[in-house]
């Protein structure tokens, strides 16, 4: 799926539904970095790394899941797990129990417990509690999520908002593939040039996540949508906003996960018709193609072939004129 436009209005949010805007991720940092101190203290996971967790896979505390049941990280209740459930949508042809907790605290506590108490992640407590780039790519290792791009997703969050700076550490030069020992002190590591850059330097996954948090969107053409972010797949999707990953699928008119990339438009409801904008028509622009159209403006790709006369695999001259109404 072609990405839409390089900058999209941020629209005034309705539906109960939600944006994962930079203000909303500031608030989400300022309401729980004590608490991601407190996991890293009693259990070693760097402070970092839980908060740039809870800010993914909860859609920085706005996610249905964080809403009504108190869990940050997507939990689901399997095992020996005798607490309440919420039942939401995944990856699954139904949907799937996940935990409920009384407070986040005790969500954020859980989750330092499964990470500290399985094995598959003990290897990552021999890497610095200030090497969060070693401890993201090692949960990835680990099979801790199924996004491709998920450790590169944490490792944005945490040099876009310098969530390193919350336990005292230090801004990590990307490349980098030894991890940091776990005995390195914060003295020993600010003083090597070779792993430390400055606080304004960009990294290039910083760069990846704050681009496609600036595409934030909520509505287009009366139709409610979101953008898929770093770290994001159609389950994760799919259990914030509580709607089957096969409704997903169709309402952006695909059978297959892997067309929806990196910042594309998700739509969460049937598109419309035709286009409800002031804009009547638009010009092809190299590369555009009936259905990435039909995707910018929230028209069923159908129906903008049949508005133009075209079939749906038509093939587009640039600067072509099509009709969106």
Not at 20 to 27: C, E, L, M, T, V
Not at 111 to 127: M, T
Not at 264 to 278: A, M, N, R, T
Request: proline share 2%; charged share 25%; glycine share 6%.
């Amino acid at each position: 799926m072609q990405s839409i436009l390089a900058v999209i209005a941020i629209i005034v949010f309705s539906y109960g539904l939600f944006a994962q805007s930079p203000d909303d991720i500031k608030a989400y940092i300022a309401q729980y970095k004590t608490m991601a101190l407190q996991q890293e203290k009693l259990y070693g996971i760097p402070a970092p790394i839980t908060l740039a967790q809870g800010i993914l896979e909860s859609g920085a505390g706005q996610s249905k899941l964080a809403q009504n049941a108190n869990n940050h990280f997507g939990i689901k209740a399997l095992g020996a797990w005798s607490g309440d459930i919420y039942l939401a949508w995944d990856d699954e042809p139904q949907k799937s129990k996940f935990r409920t907790y009384s407070s986040a605290e005790a969500s954020y506590t859980d989750h330092s417990r499964l990470i500290k108490d399985n094995q598959r992640y003990q290897s990552l407590f021999n890497i610095s509690i200030y090497d969060y780039r070693g401890w993201a790519n090692g949960l990835q290792k680990a099979g801790y999520a199924t996004a491709q791009n998920y450790a590169k997703a944490l490792i944005g969050y945490i040099d876009a908002y310098q969530l390193y700076t919350i336990n005292g550490g230090v801004k990590l030069k990307p490349g980098k593939t030894v991890a940091i020992a776990r005995n390195t002190t914060i003295e020993d590591l600010s003083k090597d040039q070779q792993l430390v850059i400055d606080d304004s330097e960009l990294s290039l996954e910083e760069e990846e996540v704050t681009t496609v948090i600036r595409k934030a969107v909520v509505e287009i053409n009366d139709v409610r949508c979101t953008i898929l972010y770093p770290g994001e797949t159609l389950a994760s999707i799919a259990m914030k906003y509580d709607i089957s990953p096969l409704k997903l699928l169709e309402f952006n008119e695909t059978t297959d996960e892997s067309d929806l990339k990196l910042g594309d438009i998700v739509y969460l409801e049937k598109k419309h018709g035709k286009y409800k904008g002031s804009q009547d028509f638009y010009r092809v622009k190299t590369d555009d193609t009936l259905y990435s159209i039909a995707q910018q403006f929230g028209i069923r790709t159908s129906n903008l072939a049949k508005m133009n006369h075209k079939d749906l695999f038509s093939p587009l001259k640039e600067g072509e004129k099509l009709r969106l109404k």
